[in-house]
């Protein structure tokens, strides 16, 4: 079993910053892709960003160039800094990674950011 700690949810005005983080530990054989979701109220659940073992990194088109995510291969943990928020990002932001093939998910960070 692989569990997933989040950090760093919280409130923030518009404009401001966050950093999230997610530490893996527990049964970790290959971890493969890491990445973080979102799910705003009356939403479905959508990828934010992802990066893969060696660094390749993808985002949401709404949040590039606001968000920036890294990855610490030897701490299994990753990071989503967020820069520039707008109230649009207001959502439970979820840790997930695939490892060994199966995929894991946090218990999710609240991020509300006032307008």
């Known amino acids: 079993q692989v569990q997933l700690v989040e950090s760093g949810g919280g409130l923030v005005q518009a404009g401001g910053s966050l950093r999230l983080s997610c530490a893996a530990s527990?049964?970790?054989?290959?971890?493969?892709?890491m990445g973080w979701f979102r799910q705003a109220p009356g939403k479905q659940r959508e990828l934010v960003a992802r990066i893969s073992s060696v660094g390749n990194a993808n985002y949401a088109d709404s949040v590039k160039g606001r968000f920036t995510v890294s990855r610490d291969n030897a701490k299994n943990t990753i990071h989503l800094q967020m820069s520039s928020l707008k109230p649009e990002d207001t959502a439970v932001y979820y840790c997930?990674?695939?490892?060994?093939?199966?995929?894991?998910w946090g218990q999710g960070t609240q991020v509300t950011v006032s307008s």
């Open positions: 527990g049964s970790i054989t290959n971890i493969n892709y």
């Open positions: 997930a990674v695939i490892n060994g093939g199966s995929l894991h």
